[in-house]
């Protein structure tokens, strides 16, 4: 019966709302066509301003912020109504937003003259796009992040109310509108001006990159490598999600996509179903922290905090693969406790075919990171691998019509020639535009071009469909951005923090953790890590946590609130496929994903495995010397936790063992004395007394 289930065709996964993404195509008729069209010039115009950006800063917040109230607007409306005259009301909604939009760039210059003057129709403009906002951010995303950001504009209008320390001065209503809908603080602030230049292009990069057929490498390449192991199509999924999120960045997207071959795969060779959920959830979430797109918040938190976005990513690589480490280990644990074995070598496709078919896949990916990492801008260097990948789609598809490998090698060759002479004085876009451009007027003359220009015209316009719940979320959440510019109320939490953490920063880092959870169970991963760090973040840099780790311990645990029931959204997204209850399968992948909820801790009071300064080993053993204990703490630390989740190491684990390994896992957590030196010893104890165990087992009876 397990078998039949695992053959059959992709299942469709159903959501309450919009957050996680539209059904297939983009409405009926007429409708659906006028959406089509929205799109792609939403994304030609993301694509001028990422190539050209010859407009001003806040008209391309502005417009941008126009086209995603249009498109929210239409594409509900597309689905929702169910009359044409429902479909016509939602599409003039939709125009009164864009039409907020244009008024940042008609009256740029007359705005900027009467900066904290506004006229009575900056004042009705300014009213109309935030109900706008609110109202398009509650149809897509339901109602927990409106309502959280409605609280924020009660306090912002009445705060001068409350008792001290929790009132503020007062604000006038044209001083709040003018705050919110003006300027660069409130909805036009940093998360949409991230969202406007750097979060659309690298969706665009992703969806090209899926097109041209990245996920089928992924897959082939994790069966090859680990199909055949103990417990191989587990882990299959984490290896396979964890490459995947290096070009999605969405963990529920992941899920639907990666999940719909590897759940079944796992459920066919004996895994739980909760488990299979579990795993594939646990995985797709990670694929947020994951270099080089990390689902977008890198570009925020470099811009937040105006660091290079190759610090971002350099910080979060040791977690990263720690955390993808955990869940290999957990998945290995799992298999090796209810005897699960591999695949059949005839299963399974070889890794090295896979890539020596589809290696050229790769360049653009390596590309990207090559010029992150050598200091170009994320915009810069996401328009040069998006250019990239199109040219390696348009000239694979070209080259399909040649009778003869000579001719594909001459064609690359003189691409490659091409490309050079009209970049002899360094890569720019418009030369590059240019070859991309000669491309596609002979793809529109070759056998199988035209086919494969509408296929990147369709990318086109699911890139802005998919930039829709980001670009929202970044918008309302302006919000509570612009009133705590305004109010200084994040002050408060941050002295109430800080006197909790003169105490004890364990108790600190309790109480951020448990306000990233609250919120993220609510409302997306970006949002969530936007208002924890602009609350908790500044409170625990001045408790000597450096600045990044504070940060990233806040976007750590937006993304385990994916994974913790109630809601679980990875969860839900992965139920359907395994057909199980989403609250098993989230309980399942809390467990899975438990190194997830101790990683940030780890950082807290190591520094060194962010690769940050301030380590407190890093005096004795020098910097790298800090890094490598760090390192090796952490792995032993989720070695240990995997251990006590799965209850099995070489044997099952009697409960006394349990409590013996979590204590050695949590001794290697923090920074104390003599913690390290109690936690290896616990953890060797274990270990031999576990290997004892198995020896005593194998023995076979007189």
């Known amino acids: 019966?397990?078998?039949?289930?695992?053959?059959?065709?992709?299942?469709?996964?159903?959501?309450?709302?919009?957050?996680?993404?539209?059904?297939?195509?983009?409405?009926?008729?007429?409708?659906?066509?006028?959406?089509?069209?929205?799109?792609?010039?939403?994304?030609?115009f993301q694509l001028y301003v990422a190539a050209f950006n010859y407009f001003p800063s806040q008209v391309v917040r502005g417009v941008h912020v126009g086209f995603l109230l249009l498109l929210?607007?239409?594409?509900?409306?597309?689905?929702?109504?169910?009359?044409?005259?429902?479909?016509?009301?939602?599409?003039?909604?939709?125009?009164?937003?864009?039409?907020?939009?244009?008024?940042?760039?008609?009256?740029?210059?007359?705005?900027?003259?009467?900066?904290?003057?506004?006229?009575?129709?900056?004042?009705?403009?300014?009213?109309?796009?935030?109900?706008?906002?609110?109202?398009?951010?509650?149809?897509?995303?339901?109602?927990?992040?409106?309502?959280?950001?409605?609280?924020?504009?009660?306090?912002?209008?009445?705060?001068?109310?409350?008792?001290?320390?929790?009132?503020?001065?007062?604000?006038?209503?044209?001083?709040?509108?003018?705050?919110?809908?003006?300027?660069?603080?409130?909805?036009?602030?940093?998360?949409?001006?991230?969202?406007?230049?750097?979060?659309?292009?690298?969706?665009?990069?992703g969806s090209f990159l899926?097109?041209?057929?990245?996920?089928?490498?992924?897959?082939?390449?994790?069966?090859?490598?680990?199909?055949?192991?103990?417990?191989?199509?587990a882990k299959v999924a984490v290896f396979a999600s964890g490459m995947m999120g290096t070009i999605s960045g969405s963990g529920v997207a992941n899920v639907v996509t990666v999940g719909q071959f590897t759940i079944p795969l796992m459920i066919k060779f004996g895994y739980r179903r909760a488990f299979a959920g579990g795993v594939e959830a646990t995985a797709s979430m990670g694929g947020q922290i994951m270099p080089p797109v990390m689902g977008a918040v890198a570009f925020i938190m470099a811009e937040t905090l105006g660091v290079q976005y190759s610090e971002i990513v350099k910080a979060a690589v040791i977690p990263a693969v720690l955390y993808f480490a955990s869940a290999f280990w957990m998945v290995h644990l799992e298999a090796g406790k209810h005897g699960l074995v591999g695949m059949k070598k005839s299963e399974i496709p070889s890794a090295w075919k896979a890539l020596v078919a589809r290696w050229y896949l790769v360049l653009p990916?390596?590309?990207?990171?090559?010029?992150?990492?050598?200091?170009?801008?994320?915009?810069?260097?996401?328009?040069?691998?998006?250019?990239?990948?199109?040219?390696?789609?348009?000239?694979?598809?070209?080259?399909?019509?040649?009778?003869?490998?000579?001719?594909?090698?001459?064609?690359?060759?003189?691409?490659?020639?091409?490309?050079?002479?009209?970049s002899r004085n360094g890569l720019e876009i418009v030369p590059v535009a240019g070859v991309v451009g000669l491309l596609i007027l002979?793809?529109?003359?070759?056998?199988?071009?035209?086919?494969?220009?509408?296929?990147?015209?369709?990318?086109?316009?699911?890139?802005?469909?998919?930039?829709?719940?980001v670009g929202m979320a970044c918008a309302i959440v302006g919000t509570i951005i612009g009133m705590m510019t305004q109010t200084g109320v994040g002050t408060i939490f941050g002295t109430w923090i800080i006197g909790l953490g003169a105490k004890s920063l364990f108790l600190a880092l309790v109480m951020t953790m448990l306000l990233s959870i609250l919120l993220?169970?609510?409302?997306?991963?970006?949002?969530?890590?936007?208002?924890?760090?602009?609350?908790?973040?500044?409170?625990?840099?001045?408790?000597?946590?450096?600045?990044?780790?504070?940060?990233?311990?806040?976007?750590?645990?937006?993304?385990?609130?994916?994974?913790?029931?109630?809601?679980?959204?990875?969860?839900?997204?992965?139920?359907?496929?395994?057909?199980?209850?989403?609250?098993?399968?989230?309980?399942?992948?809390?467990?899975?994903?438990?190194?997830?909820?101790?990683?940030?801790?780890?950082?807290?009071y190591s520094p060194a495995l962010m690769l940050q300064a301030g380590d407190p080993v890093a005096a004795k053993l020098g910097f790298y010397g800090a890094v490598a204990l760090a390192t090796l703490k952490a792995l032993v630390a989720i070695g240990l936790f995997g251990v006590v989740a799965i209850g099995f190491l070489f044997v099952r684990l009697h409960w006394i063992e349990q409590l013996i390994a979590?204590?050695?896992?949590?001794?290697?957590?923090?920074?104390?004395?003599?913690?390290?030196?109690?936690?290896?010893?616990?953890?060797?104890?274990?270990?031999?007394?576990?290997?004892?165990?198995?020896?005593?087992?194998?023995?076979?009876?007189?």
């Not at 469709?12 to 006028?34: A, D, Q, T």
């Not at 990207?368 to 598809?397: D, Q």
């Not at 050695?664 to 104890?685: I, N, P």
Request: overall charge neutral.
């Open 210 to 233: 899926e097109r041209a057929g990245m996920i089928q490498l992924f897959t082939d390449v994790s069966l090859g490598l680990f199909g055949r192991t103990r417990g191989g199509p």
């Open 1 to 44: 019966m397990q078998q039949a289930e695992a053959t059959e065709g992709p299942v469709k996964v159903e959501f309450g709302n919009f957050e996680h993404g539209f059904p297939e195509g983009f409405g009926p008729g007429v409708w659906g066509r006028l959406a089509y069209a929205v799109g792609i010039l939403f994304a030609l």
């Open 72 to 205: 929210t607007f239409g594409l509900i409306g597309n689905f929702a109504a169910r009359t044409d005259f429902g479909r016509a009301v939602a599409w003039m909604t939709g125009a009164l937003g864009f039409a907020c939009g244009l008024y940042q760039w008609i009256f740029y210059a007359d705005l900027i003259a009467r900066d904290g003057d506004p006229t009575h129709a900056d004042l009705a403009v300014g009213t109309l796009l935030a109900i706008l906002i609110f109202e398009g951010t509650r149809r897509l995303m339901g109602f927990a992040l409106p309502l959280m950001c409605g609280a924020c504009l009660l306090y912002w209008f009445f705060g001068q109310y409350l008792p001290a320390p929790f009132n503020h001065r007062g604000y006038d209503y044209d001083q709040v509108v003018t705050h919110l809908s003006f300027g660069t603080e409130g909805f036009y602030g940093v998360p949409i001006y991230v969202s406007a230049t750097y979060i659309f292009l690298f969706i665009l990069f």
């Open 365 to 422: 990916l390596a590309a990207l990171v090559y010029m992150l990492f050598e200091g170009f801008t994320p915009l810069y260097a996401g328009s040069m691998g998006l250019a990239l990948t199109v040219a390696l789609i348009l000239g694979a598809s070209i080259t399909l019509g040649f009778s003869g490998t000579a001719l594909r090698y001459i064609f690359w060759i003189g691409l490659a020639l091409v490309t050079a002479a009209v």
């Open 520 to 604: 993220g169970t609510g409302i997306p991963t970006i949002p969530t890590y936007i208002i924890t760090a602009a609350l908790a973040a500044p409170a625990l840099a001045k408790l000597g946590v450096p600045l990044i780790a504070s940060h990233m311990f806040a976007f750590y645990y937006g993304i385990m609130a994916d994974l913790s029931p109630p809601v679980a959204l990875a969860a839900l997204a992965a139920a359907p496929i395994a057909r199980e209850n989403p609250d098993r399968i989230g309980w399942e992948a809390m467990r899975i994903a438990l190194a997830g909820y101790v990683i940030p801790f780890i950082f807290v």
């Open 662 to 702: 979590f204590i050695a896992a949590l001794c290697l957590l923090g920074e104390f004395q003599y913690s390290d030196t109690a936690g290896f010893t616990l953890a060797v104890l274990v270990a031999l007394w576990q290997w004892r165990q198995r020896s005593r087992n194998t023995v076979a009876p007189a």
């Open 442 to 469: 002979i793809a529109l003359i070759s056998r199988g071009g035209r086919s494969t220009l509408s296929a990147c015209r369709d990318a086109l316009a699911d890139s802005a469909k998919s930039a829709l719940t």
